[in-house]
T-cell receptor
Framework: QKEVEQNSGPLSVPEGAIASLNCTYS??????FFWYRQYSGKSPELIMF????GDKEDGRFTAQLNKASQYVSLLIRDSQPSDSATYLC????????????FGTGTKLQVIP | EAGVTQFPSHSVIEKGQTVTLRCDPI?????LYWYRRVMGKEIKFLLH????????ESGMPNNRFLAERTGGTYSTLKVQPAELEDSGVYFC????????????FGPGTRLTVL
């Protein structure tokens, strides 16, 4: 079992719809969770982080964390073609300032 | 504020040669990380510096890889001698002591070993 699992996609949504990206992780003791956006050929860009169970909203983005189910999700409301990218889920299993473990990413395509 | 920078952006070398990658973290970030993405795989951790000290090098694949961070500022990652399987994109990231380890990534160095 991979430490962080994501569906590779592509996930296609029409412009203006809600895109839902999902991630599961294996280490129940994981402390913090991150979503990175990566455009083709570019570096990962941190867009959201969450540490507590529940929802965290930032603009059009909402991160959801359920530690009991070991599940993290990212919702993108009013999806735009510029949101088309690969979204990487990353988990800090040890807490503190340690390494993060990445999933393989989900490719999102927003269709105009 | 300048972001994480890496040099070179691309490097093409032959098997057996040596390559040195450089990373300049965001100013004031004590934590510096090296990661690598091999084609088709996830980004994988290589090592973590806290200032000039190696905090965790559990991800370094073998002793052909040597990382340094003299003076606690920029870091170098040397591969000697390079092998075909070393090809990939090498990312550097940094984070400050404040916050919750939000890591900021550089643009990466694409290494191709022929």
């Amino acid at each position: 079992q991979k430490e962080v699992e994501q569906n590779s996609g592509p996930l296609s949504v029409p412009e203006g719809a809600i895109a839902s990206l999902n991630c599961t992780y294996s280490d129940r003791g994981s402390q913090s969770f991150f979503w990175y956006r990566q455009y083709s050929g570019k570096s990962p860009e941190l867009i959201m982080f969450i540490y507590s169970n529940g929802d965290k909203e930032d603009g059009r983005f909402t991160a959801q964390l359920n530690k009991a189910s070991q599940y993290v999700s990212l919702l993108i409301r009013d999806s735009q073609p510029s949101d088309s990218a690969t979204y990487l889920c990353a988990v800090n299993p040890q807490g503190g300032y340690q390494k993060v473990t990445f999933g393989t990413g989900t490719k999102l395509q927003v269709i105009p | 504020e300048a972001g994480v920078t890496q040099f070179p952006s691309h490097s093409v070398i032959e098997k057996g040669q040596t390559v040195t990658l450089r990373c300049d973290p965001i100013s004031g970030h004590d934590n510096l990380y090296w990661y690598r993405r091999v084609m088709g795989k996830e980004i994988k951790f290589l090592l973590h510096f806290v200032k000039e000290s190696k905090q965790d090098e559990s991800g370094m694949p073998n002793n052909r890889f040597l990382a340094e961070r003299t003076g606690g500022t920029y870091s170098t990652l040397k591969v000697q001698p390079a092998e075909l399987e070393d090809s990939g994109v090498y990312f550097c990231a940094s984070s400050p002591w404040t916050g919750n380890n939000e890591q900021f990534f550089g643009p990466g160095t694409r290494l191709t070993v022929l």
